[in-house]
């Protein structure tokens, strides 16, 4: 059986050929404008969907691909090593002059790429801060152990004077091409000679509330669990990627800037549930500004959503009291829990499906490396016994009838269907028999798929032997 886990090592892949990754030298890469549709538009139309991950799938992919690896803008003058971090480039997507506090701080968030493991990472900056005692960092190690799919998972943080400051860093994972929950439904959009365009109340459709309350319930239940506060639910602070994921971002930072002012847990979980309320409020009138004017963002609120929505909101910002928790919050959900999780096995399904396509087109891949290493090797071109007899001969042939095929007409047959099912059937080794006919047509041989598997088998393990 092939097993394409041995094959990195079979094809001989040099690690060291990845090296470029770990070093800041080489690691930039300028944005060219990508035709997303270039590798499909000829596939035949029988194929569609059946032989690579959908086009959707695929964008949305590429671009966080492109977002790991965009350059930053040159002049920035940034530390090149930031205790272990290099290749910083900042995530930033407002005009500078539109500038919010963190707390009281200004706070900037950097892509920075991990020297040791080569793996991208946010880095939350608070500017001109001051550590005041070592201890401030114990609430670090805590939101670090916290790892649950609707929070960025914290991993470090430490002070530097690199930005010419004191700076606060905390290392968050990095999620690419992630957007803020107020960069997706609040932001006013601004286009040239034209009106600002401010978001509407009621636009976010109910079902899509639901599945913000499901996760950012869930993720404050975990981190109340674990003894600690959110202590920053906003907008600006919950991060979306993909289809409505969200993850609360920047936890663990308040803690560190508040160290000094010491404050009951249970007390700080309260003010976690009226931040969601709030969050809640804003999303739902389509403006921040709403939860200065409480009657106003209800009677909004009752014109576009349902009661029960209503009701979770009233909940969460109402008085805080002892025996309020997010838990309760789960039995308001209801049966909506069960949409959402319907939805969620739906994607993975879908997910997989993709994937198994993937996997199939990874064996064409290595097979098609195969045939590359072996056909045409100009060291052996005279040497008529490697590439005109015998197994050689009918790989060559094999290749020829897989892509060299005319027409009556003799035109190149371009058949993407037709390829793929040779691969395949030879990648199986099936036992159904061929006809492969020499270029001069003098001479013909009948063979089966097995045959030539082993013929391809005996030829590379030779090649890789010498
Ligand atoms: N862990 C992360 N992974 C990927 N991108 C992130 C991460 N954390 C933040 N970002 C991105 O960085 C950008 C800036 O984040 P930030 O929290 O500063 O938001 P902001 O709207 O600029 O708020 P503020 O005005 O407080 O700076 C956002 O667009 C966000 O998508």
């Known amino acids: 059986m092939y097993d394409p886990n041995a094959d990195p090592a079979v094809l001989g892949y040099d690690p060291a050929g990845l090296d470029s990754f770990y070093g800041p030298t080489q690691y930039a890469f300028t944005r060219q404008p990508l035709n997303y549709h270039l590798y499909t538009k000829p596939r035949p139309e029988t194929l569609a969907h059946r032989y690579f991950i959908s086009d959707d799938t695929r964008e949305e992919l590429t671009r966080r691909s492109e977002a790991t690896q965009t350059a930053p803008p040159p002049g920035l003058n940034l530390p090149e090593d930031l205790q272990g971090y290099h290749t910083l480039a900042p995530l930033e997507h407002h005009e500078p002059d539109k500038r919010r506090r963190f707390v009281t701080w200004y706070s900037t968030v950097y892509r920075a790429i991990n020297s040791k493991d080569g793996v991208p990472y946010a880095l939350r900056r608070i500017e001109n801060f001051r550590l005041m005692q070592q201890s401030a960092f114990t609430a670090i190690e805590a939101w670090s152990r916290v790892r649950h799919p609707n929070i960025v998972s914290v991993r470090e943080a430490f002070t530097t004077r690199s ?50 309350v499901i996760q950012i319930a869930n993720a404050i239940r975990a981190v ?81 959503y349902s009661a029960d929505l209503q009701k979770v909101t009233m909940f969460l910002i109402g008085t805080p009291e002892p025996r309020k928790n997010i838990g309760q919050v789960f039995d308001m959900v209801g049966s909506r829990l069960l949409a959402e999780m319907d939805e969620m096995q739906t994607a993975a399904d879908r997910l997989e499906g993709e994937l198994m396509s993937e996997l199939e087109n990874g064996r064409l891949v290595r097979l098609l490396c195969k045939f590359g290493f072996i056909n045409e090797r100009p060291e052996f071109a005279r040497e008529s016994r490697w590439s005109e007899t015998g197994d050689r001969y009918i790989i060559k042939l094999f290749r020829d009838y897989v892509f060299h095929q005319v027409d009556e007409q003799g035109n190149p047959v371009v058949n993407l269907t037709h390829v793929l099912t040779c691969l395949n059937k030879l990648d199986a080794g099936t036992d159904e028999r061929i006809m492969l006919i020499s270029r001069d047509e003098q001479s013909c041989l009948v063979v089966s798929y097995k045959e030539i598997k082993a013929c391809i088998e005996s030829a590379f393990s030779e090649l890789s032997r010498r």
């Not at 997706?184 to 509330?209: F, N, S």
């Not at 506060?229 to 993909?242: F, Q």
């Open 163 to 212: 930005f010419s400051d004191n700076s606060l860093v905390v290392v968050h994972d990095y999620h690419p091409d992630s957007h803020t929950l107020y960069e997706a439904h609040l932001q006013a959009l601004y286009v040239p000679y034209q009106m600002p365009k401010h978001p509407k109340p009621g636009t976010i459709p109910e079902r899509t509330m639901w599945s913000y």
């Open 224 to 304: 109340h669990d674990a003894g600690l506060a959110v202590r920053i639910v906003d907008v600006t602070k919950i991060l979306i990627t993909g289809k409505n994921r969200v993850r609360l971002s920047a936890c663990g930072i308040v803690d560190v800037l508040m160290h000094e002012a010491q404050a009951d847990v249970a007390f700080l979980q309260q003010e976690d549930l009226v931040m969601f309320g709030q969050l809640l409020m804003q999303l739902a009138c389509g403006a921040t500004s709403v939860i200065h004017n409480p009657p106003k963002a209800m009677e909004l609120f009752a014109r576009f």
